[in-house]
């Protein structure tokens, strides 16, 4: 009987003595996403209806300016116009400059992005009253 608990154990240890053989992988492309690829266009639609919306409150307004400034683009002219919309429906003045500040500031060193935004959005921000950082001059803080 001590026989057999040697001769298992022995062919026990020998199996956990065993090397295996490395099997290596081949490389694998990888698919990081499977969903549809969004155009500029409906990028561009999505956010002017989140920024349109009649019910959308101070909280939201931030969210969304914060996940769009967050994107590693600068938001077109007509987003904005539905972004500083939402900011004179809240009465939110503060907003809509953190807004053009936050557009300045993300076209960083394009020095032309921002003056083309403001000329874009100059009959927007007459029309509601919002005046610029430039003309506040606050830009120079």
Same mark, same amino acid.
């Given at each position: 009987?001590?026989?057999?608990? #040697? ?16 099997? *290596?992988? &081949? ?7 499977? @969903? ?5 266009? %409906? #990028? ?6 989140? #920024?349109?919306?009649?019910?959308? $409150?101070?909280?939201?307004? /931030? /969210? ?7 994107? $590693?683009?600068?938001? %077109?002219?007509?987003? +904005?116009?539905?972004? +500083? ?5 809240? $009465?939110?003045?503060? *907003? ?9 500031? /993300?076209? @960083?060193?394009? /020095? $032309?992005?921002? &003056?083309?935004?403001? =000329?874009?959005?100059? &009959?927007?921000? *007459? %029309?509601?009253?919002? *005046?610029?950082?430039?003309? +506040? @001059?606050?830009? =120079?803080?």
């Amino acid at each position: 009987m001590l026989r057999a608990v #040697f001769q298992l154990s022995a062919a026990g240890a020998r199996s956990l003595a065993r090397t295996r053989p490395c099997y *290596s992988a &081949p490389l694998a492309s990888r698919c990081y996403s499977h @969903g549809k690829v969004e155009t500029d266009e %409906e #990028f561009d639609s999505r956010w002017v209806t989140y #920024f349109s919306k009649p019910d959308i $409150d101070a909280w939201e307004l /931030k /969210k969304g300016m914060n996940t769009l400034i967050g994107y $590693d683009l600068v938001p %077109e002219a007509k987003i +904005l116009d539905s972004a +500083l919309r939402a900011c004179r429906r809240l $009465d939110d003045l503060a *907003s809509a400059i953190r807004i053009l500040e936050a557009v300045k500031d /993300k076209a @960083g060193p394009h /020095k $032309d992005i921002y &003056p083309y935004l403001i =000329q874009e959005l100059k &009959p927007t921000l *007459s %029309e509601l009253g919002i *005046s610029t950082p430039e003309e +506040l @001059g606050i830009d =120079q803080l």
